[in-house]
């Protein structure tokens, strides 16, 4: 669960910092803004295509967002 919730923590920082609304990026990663917020909250798991479709939204490395190395590239 920690695992998750540090992804959750890496994404909404993301979020934040990325100047989009929730439904620009569910748009560039193909989810809904449901979905999304799923995601940011740690109330829901994804898939590996789904983590990737996001990490190419908001230009982030995913070892980055799982937390396998330091720094967003």
């Known amino acids: ?16 910092k990325s100047g989009m609304t929730y439904k620009q990026i569910g748009q560039r990663a193909g989810m809904s803004e449901s979905r999304l917020k799923a995601l940011l909250t740690g109330s829901g798991g994804c898939y590996t ?19 396998l190395k330091g720094g967003n590239n």
Do not use: F, H, Q, W
Request: hydrophobic share 50%; aromatic share 2%.
């Open 49 to 67: 295509s789904t983590l990737a479709k996001l990490c190419a939204a908001l230009n982030l490395s995913a070892d980055y967002v799982l937390g």
């Open 1 to 16: 669960m920690a695992m998750i919730r540090g992804m959750s923590d890496r994404l909404r920082e993301a979020v934040n």
